[in-house]
């Protein structure tokens, strides 16, 4: 467990689903950031609401064929504060079309190069809409032994 920040990105776009091939970076980050009123912090789990969820069983298609998500200069701005994990409500947390011709390579800095855990699919609604940008983030073991990836249940306590 440790402090989770929600960033309402939806809010900040002015829409209820981001447009896909938006890319959130040190810009966009800092600007919501201040706008929610808070600081992102070393050991922090940062998590997009980007309403991207919202479109599973509605319009798979277009869940399936790109998405809103953290940038390449966001990941190394994110990292450099040390946070321990980012998540969003997206199928891959990461910009769909890719920024550059790097395949994944948001994947590649946050796990390979820095040891930060990446969180997907997850229920941001909730939060988005009372405002809980800032929250004690939970998050319990998997129950299974030696899986890479799992399915988890996350609670943010305010």
């Known amino acids: 467990m440790t402090r989770g920040v929600l960033l309402d990105m939806a809010a900040y776009y002015n829409t209820d689903i981001v447009k896909e091939g938006t890319a959130f970076n040190v810009k ?4 919501v950031a201040k706008n929610q009123g808070v600081e992102i912090r070393q050991g922090d789990v940062v998590i ?6 919202s479109l599973i069983g509605k319009d798979d298609k277009r869940y399936s064929a ?3 998500g953290l940038g390449v ?9 040390g946070v321990v994990a980012i998540g969003a409500d997206t199928w891959a947390l990461e910009v769909l079309p890719f920024e550059s011709k ?13 040891g930060t855990y990446i969180l997907e699919n997850m229920d941001t609604a909730a939060l988005a809409r009372d ?4 929250f004690l ?5 998997p129950r299974w032994t030696g899986g890479v990836q799992a399915m988890i249940n996350p609670i943010a306590i305010r």
């Open 28 to 31: 966009e980050i800092e600007e």
């Open 48 to 53: 997009f609401h980007t309403g991207w969820l």
């Open 66 to 68: 790109g998405e809103p």
């Open 73 to 81: 200069e966001g990941a190394k701005y994110l990292t450099g504060k």
């Open 102 to 114: 790097n395949i994944f390579e948001v994947h590649q800095i946050l796990l390979a190069m820095n």
């Open 131 to 134: 405002k809980g940008y800032e």
């Open 137 to 141: 983030f939970v998050l319990g073991q």
